[in-house]
């Protein structure tokens, strides 16, 4: 019996991995369009370039998350959760745009830097979205 639910629950932690990684794929892909299309093809500066291209990617990862990826771990108010997001959000962004920042200024792209701090953020996230913004919610035992 511990078999099948031990099975079971690595098959949905699986799944929620899947899903949370495809709404981060979402953002990235989003992202680095929007970032191309501003810096490369209207030649803003790569930062006001990359400010918007995270802020569209902030929101569509977001409602990928808290609506698909950790539906069923939704037992928080909707701000608790969006406070969350958006505070951790925040101390990500400043490690990303260190992290490009950091590599163009040895000669290394942004599109690179794009791919190298999404690898980080990858780990980072998971972490952080599974059990600080959209946690599971404690069972109680009952006692015989």
């Known amino acids: 019996m511990n078999s099948t639910l031990s099975k079971l629950k690595n098959r949905k932690e699986v799944n929620r991995f899947t899903k949370f990684w495809l709404g981060g794929w979402l953002y990235f892909w989003l992202a680095y369009a929007v970032f191309a299309i501003f810096y490369s093809g209207l030649h803003w500066s790569w930062f006001p370039a990359k400010l918007l291209a995270d802020g569209i990617g902030w929101t569509t990862n977001y409602f990928a998350q808290r609506y698909w990826a950790f539906a069923d771990q939704i037992h928080l108010s909707e701000l608790q ?10 101390i990500g962004f400043l490690l990303d745009y260190l992290i490009i920042w950091g590599l163009k200024s040895i ?28 946690p599971e919610k404690k069972r109680l035992h009952k006692l015989a």
């Open 81 to 90: 959760h969006a406070g969350r997001y958006v505070s951790i959000e925040s």
């Open 107 to 134: 000669g290394i792209t942004p599109y690179i830097g794009f791919f190298m701090s999404a690898g980080f953020f990858t780990v980072w996230s998971w972490f952080w979205y599974k059990y600080w913004v959209f």
